[in-house]
């Protein structure tokens, strides 16, 4: 799949929620389905409690306040602070179905890791320090994968971020979908 040429969209809400052409905004495909999207983003103070984890571990020495607690840092705060709209958006079935694979193995890496975390905090506290270190090891790794997940989904999926009015702006979309788009808004019906 060619990457598209790089192109800002802004799309209101009556527009995301469903009321867009059926133009893949990926590849520029006219076999596209209404894909459910959520665009969303966090304020950049909610990542300060993970840093502040990281810091009080490395300076300590002691990796077990960064095993229990992590996930306030990294997972709970940014989810329960970001902002977020939900819309429908045009995707190639190729495109969809990536997408939902992606989603479902991401999934489970992420389902493991937490289950091992408290695995490692469990060693820990029956004095197995070097077994709590070797599944925080583990921990660590399926967590790089979830980044390089996330990383590779930017790049098969729709970008973008939420707007205060319920709308979104979309990031490197097609133009041949930002051309149907301006169509529909000109009257046309594509």
């Not at 990457?3 to 059926?22: F, K, N, V, W």
């Not at 979309?173 to 000109?186: E, G, I, K, N, S």
């Amino acid at each position: 799949m060619s990457t598209p040429a790089t192109s800002l969209l802004r799309i209101d809400a009556e527009e995301l929620a469903g009321d867009l052409p059926l133009v893949c905004a990926r590849t520029g495909r006219h076999d596209a389905l209404a894909t459910p999207v959520w665009f969303a983003r966090s304020p950049s103070w909610a990542w300060l409690p993970l840093a502040l984890l990281l810091l009080a571990a490395m300076a300590t020495t002691s990796w077990a306040p960064l095993a229990s607690w992590w996930m306030v840092g990294a997972v709970v705060l940014p989810i329960v602070t970001s902002r977020g709209v939900t819309g429908r958006v045009p995707l190639s079935p190729t495109v969809h179905d990536r997408i939902i694979a992606l989603r479902r193995r991401r999934l489970g890496v992420i389902l493991a890791a937490l289950l091992l975390t408290w695995v490692a905090v469990g060693l820990w506290l029956i004095g197995s320090r070097a077994g709590g270190m070797l599944v925080m090891a583990l921990v660590v790794g399926l967590y790089l994968m979830v980044v390089g997940m996330f990383w590779t989904g930017r790049h098969i999926g729709v970008r973008g971020w939420p707007e205060d009015d319920g709308g979104a702006t979309l990031r490197d979309v097609h133009p041949a979908f930002v051309d149907a788009v301006q169509l529909r808004r000109t009257g046309h019906r594509p």
